[in-house]
């Protein structure tokens, strides 16, 4: 419990994480269910929660990177589905101009050939952002020159 309350004072942390770290420090021959019951105290208390998680989650990273991203993330965190539908709802509407954030701080002028242009919506692709909202910022780019 002393270990769960001091990852979570550190950050917030899904569940299946907060598992995973407490399982390293499991001794040996001890009941893993004990882990479990910890969390579910911890969720009940509501010092571990999904939710919070999520939002956080996004909060950090959602200036950076694209919806799909994002969602992978969250899905690798091990939260529901349902939850990981909800919090990425709200990116889908500012993806357009995140994503042009993105590419003016990383690029800042229109491609000059095509492999300049390839580059960039490589870099936006990585970061997560549709294909779509790629298209429009680098075409964008290109029609301001």
């Known amino acids: 419990m002393q270990r769960a309350v001091a990852a979570l004072a550190r950050r917030e942390h899904s569940r299946a994480e907060l598992a995973r770290k407490l399982q390293r420090h499991l001794p040996q021959g001890a009941d893993p269910s004990e882990i479990g019951r910890v969390l579910d105290e911890l969720m009940r208390k509501g010092m571990l929660s999904e939710t919070r998680f999520?939002?956080?989650?996004?909060?950090?990273?959602g200036n950076r990177f694209g919806?799909?991203?994002?969602?992978?993330?969250?899905?690798?965190?091990?939260?529901?589905?349902?939850?990981?539908?909800?919090?990425t709802a709200a990116l889908s509407g500012s993806e357009l101009a995140r994503a042009h954030e993105v590419w003016r701080k990383r690029f800042g002028a229109a491609p000059r050939d095509a492999a300049e242009r390839a580059k960039q919506l490589r870099f936006l692709a990585a970061r997560g952002f549709s294909t779509e909202v790629i298209l429009q910022v680098v075409r964008g780019a290109a029609d301001e020159d």
């Not at 999520?54 to 990273?61: D, E, F, G, H, K």
């Not at 919806?67 to 919090?87: D, F, N, S, V, Y």
């Open 54 to 61: 999520a939002a956080s989650l996004v909060r950090t990273r």
């Open 67 to 87: 919806a799909e991203r994002i969602r992978h993330e969250l899905k690798r965190h091990g939260l529901a589905p349902e939850l990981i539908a909800q919090t």
